[in-house]
């Protein structure tokens, strides 16, 4: 019951840490997506998922583009989405990366919401 190491994000972290294979994985509220060392506590790699623009939530500054739930691992891979509503400020964005590098493998948009008419599609 003591503490090996801590590490600080720029943001609220709202969702334990995924271990994968040795590694630590979370999301932050500055909208980034951590891999830690999990034996040091060393930051592998950092992943942005979006633009640099924050906000005021709850009396703190956090990103347009928080990450925030757990970090799914597989398969040497790593999945999340980043933002805050599908029907909001342009959707969701849907990320796979490789657990190695953290070099993003695929990004996609989640929205309901036709950025031609700016009208709710339904569900899909």
Request: charge should be negative.
């Given at each position: ?85 599908s ?19 695929n ?17 899909q």
């Amino acid at each position: 019951g003591h503490h090996r190491w801590h590490y600080i994000t720029g943001g609220e972290i709202d969702s334990s840490p995924t271990w994968y294979k040795g590694r630590l994985l979370f999301g932050s509220a500055d909208g980034n997506v951590y891999c830690l060392d999990a034996e040091s506590g060393k930051l592998a790699w950092r992943f942005q998922a979006a633009n640099e623009r924050t906000i005021v939530s709850y009396g703190q500054l956090a990103s347009t583009w928080p990450i925030h739930g757990s970090v799914l691992a597989m398969d040497d891979e790593v999945f999340f989405t980043a933002g805050t509503s599908s029907y909001l400020g342009g959707g969701l964005l849907y990320y796979r990366l490789d657990i190695q590098t953290g070099k993003m493998i695929n990004r996609s948009v989640i929205t309901y919401i036709d950025p031609k008419t700016e009208e709710y599609i339904g569900t899909q």
